[in-house]
């Protein structure tokens, strides 16, 4: 069975059928520009635990379920599949020792590792 979403056009209905305790998703994108590394897409937990005094519409500090859905939306009753969390490990990229290599670097390792990057790695302006 899939989840329920309510998109931004959807806040209202989305307030309604809020409730506190449970925990909503909304999911975030980022600049591919600013991390090229990185995952395009995130998810953000969020948990409401009271309700406005004169709505009575579920809020978590200074966001309610309305600001919630309209300004992030869409909102999601389960995690977007495929997607990891915000606050969670980023992907694992490759290192020059290779994807097999476990264990720790003695002193030798790390000085040849610094050799193979100094070798490599010409910055402008540096003699040779």
Excluded at 26 to 42: M, Q, S, V
Excluded at 118 to 125: E, L, R
Aim: proline share 9%; with cysteine.
């Amino acid at each position: 069975m899939a989840g329920k979403t309510w998109k931004p056009g959807d806040a209202k209905k989305f307030a309604r059928d809020a409730k506190l305790g449970v925990t909503y998703y909304t999911r975030n994108e980022h600049a591919r520009n600013l991390g090229p590394y990185e995952d395009t897409y995130t998810y953000s937990e969020h948990v409401f635990d009271y309700r406005r005094p004169i709505t009575g519409t579920p809020a978590s500090g200074s966001m309610d379920a309305v600001q919630l859905c309209q300004n992030f939306g869409p909102v999601y009753d389960r995690p977007p599949a495929g997607v990891r969390p915000l606050a969670g490990p980023g992907r694992q990229v490759g290192s020059p020792l290779g994807d097999d290599h476990r264990g720790i670097l003695d002193e030798d390792e790390i000085r040849g590792l610094e050799k193979r990057v100094g070798d490599t790695v010409k910055p402008y302006g540096r003699r040779v």
